[in-house]
């Protein structure tokens, strides 16, 4: 149980910066995501914090203690691997043992311990297997059993579902959280699927390029992305975004792309660009597009051509082509749209978003919350 | 079903020359070993010998100190042997787990040098090894093949441990190892096999010189079987029956061993390819 800590954290390769300040507080018991596409310095991130790899400045802290020059078998914390590294000569019995072994723990404790953690994660009849003859959620699990039997100050969790198909995967995080939250433990969960940073973490980082891009909470991150990039990489399908001017006309605030015009809400009024282009993107996530019935009065945004309808059981999404633009809505499965039909489009005035077009910050993180989220 | 025995066929036309070109020194040393004086003189020779004989294995001891020869090779094989292992376990895993400045050419000059042919630098060696007044010394031998010998050994050892997965040590070093341990606790053993063809390979490589121990021992006593076959099993005249019961001898111990590694071999070249 600890926490951990990152002083502007740094990794060069050469000329590579591969992580570049970064700082974050883990809190204790807290399971915090490091999400980003790959290449951008969560994996790195997470090795340093092992010992795997030595940070190129900054400090990394365990509790109060700067871990910087401990190697990584004193630092207390266990890692999940993304190919499970387990240890191909020796049965899972022994894998599972192995770091208590290597503690000199008394022989019965160890066999008691072991025998619990198969318990807790349903291996018992597998402890005399050797690795190669288990299927991959069985070794994810043992990983997990290796991990969880050294009651370590944290986890640290790099891609441990990616190897798995899409239902085990499901499963598998569901049991990851449950046994998160059970022991107690510091967790760090390094991935590059949004979808699993989003159910998964107490709070997520999202990193770009080797740096933080934005820390907060799944709800937060989705609702408040404080740049284009998080907009679009966090929440799926992603954000519609649009290039276009900020412009008043008679009074009335409004967004206008080569396509089509918005009026925006008085609060986004504050809103400044950097430069006085007056250049912005609007952005507007697809279950914010409402299909309406094209009549005055009912809040329609523009008229456009359905491109393309994809149905995904639950819901359906279609493509409509506003000029050179496609707009993409969330629409009910049993709207009866067929390619090629006009259709009028609304957006919730609520859950627009604007980011500056030069340099793709947010131009709402100043604003006061409720206006938004009303 | 044409076809196929015709491909057969033609296997074996093209195959069979090849076969009877190599087996046919064995077979002849084979047949020889087990005639008599007066047959191995016959004409025309008889590849079966009528009256087959193990005598010739029972004289070549008494004949040639055999049995001094046998020691020496063995000495040097396995102390050069020990020497490559020593060596080239800490250079494949550093080529396989580090990447360094001059990693590429270095593999490169190991391949390069794993060509040179020990006669073109014999003399220079010789000056070498006399200037240290360590020519007649069996130590030497072992140094100089183990020299030899070392490049097909790190290159080998580079692809086995590039084989184990990275992360199987790193798991083990979050586990609690140091690095060494979980060199020693896991790429080690874990390229069992590896080290086995290596060992062998290098024993084999000693076992069969014959340029330095011809070049840097004199005393009859320190010779190794190579040497000592050529040297005195055929001196004045060769006594083809003994000389190729001992060859025998000595061809038995290398078959064996590289009946032995000849799997494990082929797996280690590729081993470094495949990833």
Do not use: H
């Given at each position: 149980m600890s926490t951990v800590t990152c002083r502007d954290l740094t990794k060069r390769f050469g000329d590579v910066v591969a992580v570049n300040k970064l700082n974050l507080v883990v809190q204790d018991r807290e399971f915090v995501v490091l999400v980003g596409p790959s290449g951008c310095g969560k994996t790195t991130a997470l090795r340093m914090i092992a010992g795997l790899e030595t940070a190129s400045e900054g400090e990394i802290l365990l509790d109060d203690q700067v871990v910087n020059k401990v190697p990584p078998g004193r630092r207390d914390i266990a890692m999940v691997f993304q190919n499970y590294a387990l240890y191909p000569h020796m049965r899972v019995y022994d894998n599972i043992a192995y770091a208590l072994r290597l503690r000199h723990t008394p022989k019965h404790e160890i066999d008691q311990r072991v025998h619990a953690t198969a318990k807790m994660l349903e291996i018992e009849s597998l402890l005399n297997r050797w690795p190669k003859q288990l299927s991959g959620g069985q070794r994810q699990r043992v990983a997990l059993g290796r991990a969880v039997i050294r009651q370590p100050r944290a986890f640290l969790m790099d891609e441990p579902l990616s190897n798995l198909d899409a239902q085990l995967r499901v499963a598998m995080r569901r049991e990851i959280i449950h046994l998160q939250r059970n022991l107690g433990i510091t967790t760090i969960y390094v991935t590059h699927d949004q979808v699993e940073a989003m159910t998964m973490g107490d709070r997520i980082v999202v990193m770009r390029d080797g740096l933080v891009q934005q820390v907060g909470t799944p709800s937060e991150v989705y609702r408040r992305p404080r740049n284009n990039f998080v907009a679009r990489f966090i929440g799926s399908p992603a954000m519609n975004l649009f290039a276009g001017k900020l412009m008043t006309e008679a009074g009335e605030l409004q967004f206008r792309s080569a396509s089509f015009r918005v009026m925006l809400p008085d609060a986004f009024r504050a809103a400044r660009t950097?430069?006085?282009?007056g250049d912005v993107q609007l952005g507007i996530r697809p279950e914010d597009v409402a299909v309406v019935e094209d009549r005055p009065g009912n809040g329609t945004v523009t008229r456009g051509v359905v491109d393309l309808v994809e149905h995904l059981g639950s819901d359906a999404y279609a493509s409509v082509k506003v000029g050179n633009e496609i707009i993409l809505a969330r629409v009910s499965p049993d709207i009866q749209l067929h390619d090629g039909q006009t259709v009028a489009l609304s957006f919730n005035q609520s859950k627009l978003h604007l980011f500056d077009a030069a340099t793709g910050e947010s131009l709402l993180t100043n604003l006061p919350v409720v206006t938004l989220q009303s | 079903m044409r076809t196929s025995w015709l491909k057969y066929l033609g296997i074996i036309v093209v195959l069979l020359p090849m076969v009877v070109m190599s087996l046919f020194p064995l077979i002849v040393m084979i047949s020889t070993s087990l005639k008599s004086p007066a047959e191995v003189y016959q004409w025309p020779p008889v590849f079966i010998p009528r009256e087959p004989t193990l005598q010739n294995y029972s004289d070549i001891w008494t004949v040639a100190n055999l049995a001094a020869y046998f020691r020496n090779s063995l000495f040097v094989a396995l102390g050069a042997t020990a020497l490559v292992m020593l060596l080239a376990v800490p250079a494949g895993y550093a080529l396989a787990r580090f990447r360094f400045r001059g990693r590429g050419f270095y593999m490169l000059f190991l391949l390069v040098m794993q060509m040179f042919p020990g006669i073109v630098i014999i003399l220079a060696l010789y000056r070498v090894v006399a200037a240290f007044q360590m020519t007649d010394n069996l130590v030497t031998l072992i140094i100089l093949n183990a020299a030899f010998g070392l490049s097909f050994a790190v290159w080998l050892l580079t692809g086995y441990f590039s084989s184990v997965p990275a992360e199987v040590e790193e798991a083990a070093m979050v586990d609690g190892n140091s690095r060494l341990g979980a060199m020693l606790r896991m790429t080690v053993p874990l390229s069992a096999p590896g080290l086995v063809a290596v060992g062998i390979f290098s024993f084999i490589g000693a076992w069969n010189e014959f340029l330095f121990a011809l070049t840097f021992i004199r005393s009859q006593d320190k010779l190794v079987l190579t040497v000592g076959l050529w040297k005195y099993?055929?001196?004045?005249?060769?006594e083809w029956n003994y000389l190729e019961a001992s060859s025998f001898l000595v061809t038995v111990v290398v078959v064996v061993l590289f009946m032995l590694v000849q799997k494990n071999l082929t797996r280690g070249l590729i081993a470094g390819a495949e990833r």
């Open positions: 950097s430069g006085d282009s | 099993i055929a001196r004045f005249q060769v």
